[in-house]
C-alpha cells in the first residue's frame, strides 16, 4: 500500500525538527559544562629577585623558627639565649640571660614571650622542661618554672589554659601562671595539637585522632584513620587533617565520624587551611591542593617548587605565599582558583620555615639564620 505523500512530508520535518531542537541542546550543553580554564604552572611566570632587607647570621639561629610580631622578630637560638630584632632593620633589640636549655621554641602570651625548652639530661634520666616568661620589651626573665618533662608540642590555648605535650606520651592542661597541671592524659601521641570550640584535637602514633574535653581531659570521640595524622585544622562542622601516608580526611566534629577522604602523593604534614568555601592542603609530594570541605571534590591543584613541608602563609585576602622546604623560591597563589601570580626568588638565602608575612614584609628561617625581605 502507498503512503500518502503528506504523511511522508511530516515525517521528514518532525525528524528535522527533532535534529534541530538536539544540535541546540548539545551547543548550550557545551556552553554551559565547558570546563574552566587549565592552570598555568610556574614555568608560565618568570621569576622575580626578592632582595633581602636584612639578615641576622648567628649560626645558633640557623632553621630555628622565629617568632614575628608587628614590632620584632624573636630568635630562640641554639644555646638557649632569646634574641629580639627589630622586624624593620633586623637591628638587636634585647639579647636575654643565658639559659640551661637545649632548644626552644617561642610563644606570645599577652605582653610575656613564653619559651618553653628541655634541659639536658643527667645521670641517665630523661630530659626535663623548662619554661621561661621573658618580658617582650626589655628580654627580663618574669619567671622561670622546671617541669618534670619538656613541652614537646606547639602551645595551644583558650585563653584560659595552655594545652600541651609533655615528653613523648601525656597531654596536659598548664595554668598559664604558675604552670600546674588542671589535668592530663597518657597515650602515644603525637606533638600536633589544635584547639577549637571546648575541645583538643590531637592524633597518636598509632593512626587515630582523638577529641579531648577541654575541660577535663575526658575523650570525647576516637576516629581510626590507619596512619599517623598530621596537625589538624577544624571548621564549623568538620575536622580536617592529613596522614603520614598521603591522605587528607574530615571527621565531623560532634561525633567523630569519617565524612570523605582523599588521597595526595606523598605526607601530609601540615595543618590545612580553610576559606573561601575551600580546605587547602600542602603535601610532600610539592602539591597544593584545593578541596570542598563538605565532598572532599578537587578543586585544583597547583605545583610547587619542592617539598611542601610547612604551611603556606596568607599574603592577601585571597593569596598565599608557599614555599618549599630548603628552597628559594615564594611562589604566590591565587586562592579561588589555583592559579600562580607571582614568583619570587631570594638571591643568597634557601628557606627553612614558615613564611611569616607582616606589614609588607616576610621573615624567615634560612639555612643561614633569619632573614627579612620586602614584598614587591
Not at 52 to 57: A, F, G, K, Q, S
Not at 184 to 205: I, K, M, P, R
Not at 298 to 316: E, K, N
Request: with cysteine; net charge positive; hydrophobic share 45%.
Amino acid at each position: 500500500m502507498k503512503r500518502p505523500a503528506w504523511r511522508s512530508t511530516q515525517v521528514v520535518v518532525v525528524v528535522g525538527l527533532a535534529l534541530a531542537l538536539s544540535q541546540m541542546l548539545v551547543a548550550q550543553q557545551r556552553l554551559r559544562w565547558r570546563p574552566a580554564p587549565p592552570l598555568n604552572g610556574r614555568v608560565a611566570i618568570a621569576p622575580t629577585t626578592l632582595p633581602t632587607d636584612w639578615l641576622y647570621l648567628d649560626p645558633d639561629s640557623a632553621r630555628q623558627e622565629p617568632l614575628v610580631t608587628e614590632n620584632a622578630v624573636y630568635v630562640p637560638l641554639r644555646t638557649g639565649k632569646v634574641v629580639a630584632l627589630a622586624r624593620t632593620d633586623g637591628a638587636r633589640l634585647w639579647e636575654s640571660a643565658p639559659g640551661v636549655a637545649t632548644t626552644a621554641k617561642l610563644y606570645r602570651l599577652g605582653d610575656a614571650l613564653l619559651a618553653c625548652a628541655s634541659s639536658p639530661a643527667a645521670d641517665g634520666s630523661p630530659p626535663g622542661g623548662i619554661v621561661r616568661l621573658l618580658d617582650l620589651t626589655t628580654g627580663v626573665v618574669r619567671r622561670e618554672v622546671t617541669l618534670p618533662a619538656p613541652i614537646t608540642s606547639q602551645v595551644v590555648s583558650d585563653g584560659l589554659w595552655l594545652y600541651v605535650r609533655l615528653g613523648t606520651n601525656e597531654i596536659a592542661a598548664l595554668n598559664p601562671q604558675d604552670f600546674s597541671r588542671g589535668w592530663s592524659v597518657t597515650g602515644d601521641f603525637t606533638e600536633h595539637l589544635a584547639y577549637a570550640a571546648g575541645a583538643v584535637f590531637v592524633g597518636t602514633s598509632a593512626g587515630a585522632l582523638w577529641a579531648l574535653d577541654a575541660k577535663d581531659g575526658r575523650r570525647r570521640w576516637t576516629c581510626v584513620l590507619g596512619a599517623t595524622p598530621g596537625p589538624a585544622a577544624a571548621g564549623e562542622e568538620m575536622v580536617y587533617c592529613g596522614t603520614s601516608n598521603g591522605e587528607v580526611v574530615a571527621v565531623r566534629r560532634a561525633d567523630g565520624r569519617l565524612r570523605w577522604r582523599r588521597r595526595t602523593g606523598a605526607a601530609v604534614m601540615t595543618p590545612p587551611l580553610i576559606r573561601h568555601g575551600q580546605v587547602l592542603v600542602a603535601s610532600y609530594d610539592n602539591f597544593l591542593y584545593a578541596f570542598h570541605p563538605q565532598t572532599g571534590e578537587l578543586r585544583w591543584q597547583q605545583q610547587m617548587a619542592g617539598r611542601l613541608a610547612s604551611p603556606p602563609s596568607w599574603l592577601t585576602e585571597t593569596t598565599l605565599a608557599v614555599a618549599a622546604l630548603d628552597d628559594s623560591e615564594i611562589t604566590v597563589v591565587q586562592v579561588p582558583d589555583g592559579r600562580i601570580v607571582a614568583r619570587w626568588q631570594l638571591a643568597t638565602e634557601r628557606i627553612f620555615s614558615v613564611l611569616h608575612v607582616e606589614q609588607g614584609m616576610v621573615v624567615m628561617a634560612t639555612e643561614r639564620g633569619i632573614a627579612a625581605a620586602r614584598l614587591q
